[in-house]
């Protein structure tokens, strides 16, 4: 939490790094001040700093952009962000690196790191990775998991979370994991305005997408992988044949062993699955029931209806009621 009047953010200029990458974490984050400004009569500032470790950084998009402040001219900083980048031409950098050394000590001093996408490859080649877990862009993956085998990398999650080392998948992953940092640096008031002037529609909780060190997990791998398919495929009827296939079982043995270690058959797991992306929605967006219903996969707002009830033991709409009422609660006393 900021105790100070400045919070300090070291953005990173490199070649053929996506601007879009960036301009969203750093929307939120001004969004974040001036409201935390507002709300405490405080006078906290925002430094965004652009750092630079070479003359001629070149982003995709044709846009000309100034470099920024050399690598040795930066002191104290709260976060850095490192952006993602057009399939990787970070593949040749060494870890001697000037700018993977002022990562290590940007690090070293406190500071929270978060990468984008391929941005994942510059944390690794500074050795920030070395035994946590990770995550990168879907496309590269494969490559990832080549060049540093020493990096738990976790494929079927978009976010990672290995103390003050934070990985996005995507551009769009990178604002959910922006929500999670602003209430870290500031506090749940302050990321729950921002989330909602951001589309809350369109994201889900950092908590519920995040791999965080540490979490519970059965050792049945087979299962796992069945488990992680339904997290990517929530939205399709289920198929017995195909998540059999991905688990290397037989559907027998995969109902078998996926109730075993879950308490539930697939075909429950799935549907409490996307109950669960639901309620998310039936919380956070203005979506009408029959809209979530469809976008949940179900067939209509019927059986998203009886299926939500007998899981959450209320309506969907009298859930929508009850947790309006809290949340209007909540903010009403401001």
């Not at 990468?115 to 862009?137: D, F, P």
């Not at 495929?233 to 290397?248: C, F, K, N, T, Y």
């Amino acid at each position: 939490m900021l105790n100070r009047s400045d919070f300090h953010v070291s953005v990173l200029q490199l070649d053929q790094m996506l601007l879009s990458s960036l301009a969203m974490p750093l929307e939120m984050l001004h969004a974040a001040v001036s409201y935390h400004r507002t709300k405490s009569r405080s006078r906290l500032s925002l430094n965004v700093e652009s750092v630079s470790a070479a003359v001629g950084c070149q982003p995709i998009g044709g846009l000309n952009i100034v470099s920024g402040t050399p690598l040795a001219d930066v002191g104290k900083t709260d976060l850095v962000i490192v952006p993602a980048m057009w399939r990787n031409p970070l593949r040749k950098l060494d870890s001697s690196d000037s700018v993977c050394e002022w990562l290590r000590q940007r690090y070293s001093g406190g500071a929270a790191v978060m990468s984008i996408g391929t941005g994942a490859w510059l944390l690794a080649k500074a050795g920030l990775l070395n035994g946590q877990a990770a995550t990168t862009h879907w496309h590269a993956l494969d490559a990832f998991a080549h060049d540093f085998p020493d990096v738990r990398l976790q494929r079927d999650h978009l976010l990672t979370q290995a103390g003050r080392i934070y990985c996005a998948a995507s551009i769009n992953s990178g604002a959910d994991l922006m929500i999670h940092l602003i209430g870290t640096f500031f506090n749940n008031e302050t990321a729950a305005y921002v989330e909602r002037q951001f589309s809350p529609e369109a994201r889900m909780s950092f908590d519920k997408r995040v791999f965080t060190e540490g979490a519970p997990q059965h050792a049945d791998e087979a299962i796992a992988l069945a488990q992680s398919w339904l997290h990517q495929h929530w939205q399709e009827p289920l198929s017995m044949d195909r998540v059999s296939e991905i688990a290397g079982l037989s559907p027998r043995q995969l109902s078998r062993r996926f109730k075993k270690v879950t308490g539930e058959s697939p075909g429950q797991y799935l549907l409490h699955l996307k109950c669960r992306f639901g309620k998310e929605w039936l919380k956070n967006s203005d979506l009408s029931i029959a809209e979530i219903a469809q976008m949940c996969g179900f067939s209509d707002a019927s059986h998203f209806g009886r299926i939500f009830r007998r899981w959450q033991g209320v309506a969907p709409s009298d859930y929508r009621r009850a947790v309006r009422a809290k949340l209007f609660s909540v903010n009403s006393q401001f």
